[in-house]
């Protein structure tokens, strides 16, 4: 059974940190693109972070950039996101996504082959 398992979303303060990791089974990650999105409520899902599956190269939207790192980890058939200096704004569920053809940015969902069901995170004091 093909599955993406996203997990340690939850609620930080201001400025805290938390890290995301997406585990896949019944599939080789390898050979897949990752994508990380976020939907808060009321707004359109948007694309966070990805990473390539064959050299490794990332991109990251412009509101995330300098504070979230996006990596894998290709033995543990799982992705993750570092996210640092958490603002309010980041609160959102977070959705880790794997394409097998697809790479561009900003990325568009419907490219993506198999998605998680989402953890939330919320930022607050």
């Known amino acids: 059974q093909v599955q993406l398992v996203e997990s340690g979303g939850g609620l930080v303060q201001p400025g805290g940190s938390l890290r995301l990791s997406c585990a896949a089974s019944?599939?080789?990650?390898?050979?897949?693109?990752i994508g990380w999105f976020r939907q808060a409520p009321g707004k359109e899902r948007e694309g966070v972070s990805c990473?390539?599956?064959?050299?490794?190269?990332?991109y990251y939207a412009d509101s995330v950039k300098g504070r979230f790192t996006i990596s894998r980890d290709n033995d543990k058939n799982t992705g993750y996101l570092e996210m640092n200096s958490l603002k309010p704004e980041d609160t959102a569920v977070y959705y880790c996504?794997?394409?097998?053809?697809?790479?561009?940015?900003?990325?568009?969902?419907?490219?993506?082959?198999?998605w998680g069901q989402g953890t939330q995170v919320t930022v607050s004091s």
């Open positions: 019944g599939f080789t990650l390898d050979y897949y693109a």
């Open positions: 996504a794997a394409a097998r053809n697809y790479w561009n940015w900003p990325p568009d969902g419907k490219q993506y082959d198999y």
């Open positions: 990473i390539s599956s064959s050299d490794g190269s990332t």
